[in-house]
């Protein structure tokens, strides 16, 4: 009876042997084990294939397989092979599956990780667009506000064309007068250090001084003749310097009492103090005299300018109307020569305290009228720099 191989795989140890005919020989058992039993099997016991003889050897006491060639035996050994090519084949599969499906998910998982920069990338360009969308907003804003500031400072600038081009060559001349009088006081104040003997120098410097004064009178006659409210107002000046202003500038009295304040420390002698009192007395009087001029004139301005015969829907003549005008203009052209006198009037008191003082002592005078109207700038600009409330 023949050994079903097909169904039931087998092996053999030591001290058992077994026919091709599928009995048992005497003494020796069949244990039923897989292929790859028999493979770990015959490379521990070292089995010899025979090509020549067709037969299979094992060492030891195993003994010997005979007919070797016997097609039953090539083909149980064909069928062993094959089923083991494909368990093998088939681990490889799983092994390739497995394999693929790891790279699968790592690919799935980059694709997922570039999309999330993508949306991070996304999510900023949107801020950086928004906002740079509300700066172009505030510019556009801002070049608004401005454009209606410049177009309110047009329209005022048209407002008031006839007198900004003369107000502004009065404004330039004066800026740069204040500038050359500012270097004359520092060489002054520099000079007056060794006046005891140099009172050449001394005196050739406020000569200078005195007609840098003479000057500045001349360009503001020549501003009244263009415009002389401009000068009486004295927007020229800093809000501090106009408090204190009269006529276009200041009282030639209180100039005196500054220099008499800071004079009387110094060794003046009685005639000069008498001088020096006598020319505060005389500039009172006069300018006493020019206020009620301007008192008068004003009022006469008045009543010119608020006559029935002026009124829009008036039933007087045109020569009423025009003679209340002309009055007006006589009265306007008088202001300003009231403005000249007290120029000249600052003019004379600057003259007589020279040749009152001698010349380090009318370096010293004039260096404390200009240091009085520097602290009045300085005022001016503390005023203007104070916090808002």
């Given at each position: 009876m023949?050994?079903?191989?097909?169904s039931d795989?087998?092996?053999?140890?030591?001290s058992?042997?077994?026919?091709?005919?599928?009995?048992?020989?005497a003494?020796?058992?069949i244990?039923h084990?897989?292929?790859?039993?028999?493979?770990?099997?015959?490379?521990?016991?070292?089995?010899?294939?025979s090509?020549?003889s067709?037969?299979?050897?094992?060492?030891?006491?195993?003994?010997?397989?005979?007919?070797?060639?016997?097609?039953?035996?090539?083909?149980?050994?064909?069928?062993?092979?094959?089923?083991?090519?494909?368990?093998?084949?088939?681990?490889?599969?799983?092994?390739?599956?497995?394999s693929?499906?790891?790279?699968?998910?790592?690919?799935?998982?980059?694709?997922?990780?570039?999309?999330a920069?993508?949306r991070e990338?996304?999510?900023?360009?949107?801020?950086?667009?928004?906002?740079?969308v509300?700066?172009?907003?505030?510019?556009?804003?801002r070049?608004?506000?401005?454009?209606?500031?410049?177009?309110?400072?047009?329209?005022?600038?048209?407002?008031?064309?006839h007198?900004?081009?003369?107000?502004?060559?009065?404004?330039?001349?004066h800026?740069?007068?204040?500038?050359?009088h500012?270097?004359l006081m520092?060489e002054?104040?520099?000079?007056?250090?060794?006046c005891?003997?140099?009172?050449?120098?001394?005196?050739?410097?406020?000569?200078?001084?005195?007609?840098?004064y003479?000057?500045?009178?001349?360009?503001?006659?020549a501003?009244?003749g263009?415009d002389?409210?401009?000068?009486?107002?004295?927007?020229?000046t800093?809000?501090?310097e106009?408090?204190?202003m009269?006529?276009?500038g200041?009282?030639?009295?209180?100039?005196?009492?500054?220099?008499?304040?800071q004079?009387?420390?110094?060794?003046?002698?009685?005639?000069?103090?008498?001088?020096i009192?006598?020319?505060h007395?005389?500039?009172?009087?006069?300018?006493?005299?020019?206020?009620?001029?301007?008192?008068?004139?004003?009022?006469?301005l008045?009543?010119?300018?608020?006559?029935?015969?002026?009124?829009?829907?008036?039933?007087?003549?045109?020569v009423?109307?025009?003679?209340?005008m002309?009055?007006?203009m006589?009265?306007?052209?008088?202001?300003?020569?009231?403005?000249?006198?007290?120029?000249?009037?600052?003019?004379?008191?600057?003259?007589?305290?020279?040749?009152?003082?001698?010349?380090c002592?009318?370096?010293?005078?004039?260096?404390?009228?200009?240091?009085?109207q520097a602290?009045?700038?300085?005022?001016?600009s503390?005023?203007?720099a104070?916090?808002?409330e």
């Amino acid at each position: 009876m023949m050994h079903n191989f097909n169904s039931d795989p087998f092996y053999l140890t030591r001290s058992h042997e077994f026919d091709w005919n599928g009995n048992e020989s005497a003494g020796n058992g069949i244990q039923h084990v897989d292929s790859a039993d028999i493979t770990i099997f015959s490379m521990h016991n070292g089995i010899k294939a025979s090509n020549d003889s067709g037969s299979l050897q094992f060492g030891g006491s195993l003994g010997q397989f005979e007919k070797w060639d016997d097609p039953m035996v090539a083909d149980h050994f064909q069928h062993k092979h094959t089923s083991t090519h494909n368990e093998l084949a088939g681990v490889r599969l799983n092994a390739g599956d497995s394999s693929g499906h790891s790279n699968g998910r790592f690919l799935n998982q980059k694709k997922l990780v570039k999309l999330a920069q993508n949306r991070e990338a996304a999510r900023k360009s949107r801020m950086r667009k928004k906002a740079y969308v509300e700066e172009l907003e505030m510019s556009q804003k801002r070049l608004l506000q401005l454009d209606q500031a410049l177009e309110t400072a047009r329209h005022q600038a048209g407002k008031q064309r006839h007198s900004i081009g003369r107000d502004d060559a009065f404004d330039r001349d004066h800026a740069r007068w204040l500038g050359e009088h500012e270097r004359l006081m520092d060489e002054l104040r520099s000079s007056l250090i060794s006046c005891e003997g140099n009172d050449t120098t001394l005196h050739l410097l406020v000569d200078a001084v005195i007609s840098h004064y003479g000057d500045l009178h001349g360009i503001k006659s020549a501003g009244a003749g263009s415009d002389m409210f401009h000068i009486l107002s004295g927007l020229w000046t800093t809000p501090a310097e106009r408090l204190l202003m009269w006529l276009g500038g200041f009282r030639s009295s209180d100039l005196l009492k500054v220099v008499e304040k800071q004079m009387q420390p110094l060794s003046l002698s009685e005639e000069q103090l008498v001088c020096i009192f006598n020319l505060h007395k005389s500039c009172q009087h006069a300018e006493d005299a020019l206020s009620q001029g301007m008192e008068a004139l004003q009022h006469s301005l008045t009543l010119a300018l608020s006559s029935s015969s002026l009124a829009p829907h008036s039933s007087g003549d045109l020569v009423d109307y025009a003679s209340h005008m002309a009055t007006a203009m006589s009265n306007v052209h008088t202001i300003q020569s009231f403005l000249h006198q007290a120029d000249l009037l600052r003019m004379h008191a600057l003259q007589q305290l020279q040749r009152i003082l001698s010349p380090c002592q009318a370096a010293r005078a004039l260096l404390a009228i200009n240091d009085y109207q520097a602290r009045l700038r300085a005022l001016s600009s503390l005023w203007l720099a104070r916090p808002k409330e």
